[in-house]
């Protein structure tokens, strides 16, 4: 059953069910599907009724071997005919042992593989072959990495110049050894360049976790030259976004950006570079930040992320265009503090009714001391998210989550942290059966009450910590 959730609560709810094949269902190896359906007679009136159930994708039924590809790499570039690393993991995910059988890398001019046809098939003239590896018997449960030897980067038959490619695996269906699914014998890792030329990329970007009306610190950007020869000097922009669709940069209008959703900070520039090395730049942020984007503006509560974009400067040509952009973390915007929960420890388990003292660190993570002390609750949900109040609100004791103690956060100055004990008291919520897992979350109420307006983030003043095992007695 379902327990009565208040509005933006979510439940997670364990099921014992049997695989028990619909009627319709035939062959030895049938195509079905797992699906849940909540309130299925339309006994509760509700706002909508088109979103009560959910099919998350096929299951196999049945006595036999499933081989399903969970990981597959290799190179962002590499120049034709030339050696390249690849591997690829697989897993028997099914319920009886696997018999040896063959796996194919191939580079393919589709983002999506066809079903493995079968073994000693030829490749479409959208594929080329690159390399194999045996793929040993597993048993039910079973994972193993591959690596191949003398992977060679070849161009498909049927490739045009400047085509776009992606490196893929397949699992060969052999006789006689039908599997329980064949749908997930293949995988895509995603594009690879083949050819000579540069390709810079952006891997990485830090800095504070908000930025002050002015005078803020400096953002951290790692560009690499993920292509197969020397990139000459480039330029690198970092936005303020509220839409993770980052216009690439262009050199008929370097100002494409939307002033709704992205604005920019500022442009450096980067040097050159050298296949396959990365370099990280540090960009300063402007005295006074720029106008925000509108959509920020008129709704604070859109996430804003930082952003970074980068393009060769002159007119050298890259192996591709089309991973130049880079979406940031959330970062947050304003003069006050930013108090954030960064750990939480405790007891994993624990009888009804005793008491345990969880340890909680919060930071001040802004160059701005707080203006009050802060009340930190600590709560025991159901679920690793729990429902938190909004701002002015109470704590809402739910049949799901239960608050089990808090304390005074006193004021922390610019960059300080603290670790606080919090008395609480195990008990559990209401809802949940005596041999529910637990989770226990520590957040931070927002009380407004600083001059210098609200914490420039809410995201980070809440932290779910370890699972937490309440005893049935």
Known sequence: SVPGLSPGECSTRRVSASATLPSGASGPTPVVYLGAAVDPQASLVELREDNNTLVPGRVGVGTGPDLLITDLTGPASVQASYVMSLSMRVCNVGTAPSSPTYAQFVLSLLDTLPLPPGAYVSLPPTQSSSSGVTVPGMTPGQCMTLTPSNAFASLPP???????????VFVEQWPGQPELRVDN???????????????????????????????????????????????????????????????????????????????????????????????????????????????????????LHMAARVSPQGTQPELRQDNNTFLGGIIGIGDGADLVVRDLSAPFIASPGTAFTPQVTVCNESKTASYNPRTL????????????????????????????????????????????????????????????????????VPDGSDPYGQDPRRDNNSLTGNVFVLLPY
């Not at 045009?160 to 490619?165: A, D, M």
């Not at 709560?379 to 739910?398: I, K, Y």
């Open 377 to 444: 609750q600590v709560v025991l949900s159901t679920e690793a998210t729990p429902l938190l109040p909004a701002d002015g609100m109470p704590f809402a004791m739910t049949g799901l989550q239960n608050l089990v103690g808090q304390t005074q956060v006193p004021v922390l100055d610019a960059g300080q942290c603290l670790t606080t004990p919090v008395l609480s008291l195990a008990s559990r919520p209401t809802a949940a059966s005596v041999d529910q897992v637990l989770y226990l979350s520590a957040f931070l």
């Open 185 to 303: 014998n293949t995988r895509v890792a995603g594009r690879i360049s083949v050819g000579t030329g540069p390709d810079w990329v952006i891997t990485a970007m830090s800095g504070p976790s908000s930025l002050m009306v002015s005078n803020s610190d400096p953002l951290s950007v790692t560009v690499c030259n993920a292509g197969t020869s020397m990139i000459l000097s480039g330029n690198l922009e970092v936005l303020l976004t509220t839409d993770p669709e980052i216009p690439a940069p262009s050199t008929s209008d370097p100002r494409n950006l939307n002033p709704a959703t992205a604005v920019s900070l500022g442009t450096v520039t980067v040097p050159d570079l050298e296949a396959r090395k990365c370099l990280t730049v540090s960009v300063p942020t402007p005295y006074f930040l720029p106008t925000l984007p509108s959509v920020f503006s008129h709704f604070p509560d859109t996430p």
């Open 158 to 168: 049927s490739a045009l110049p400047g085509q776009p490619l992606y490196l893929g």
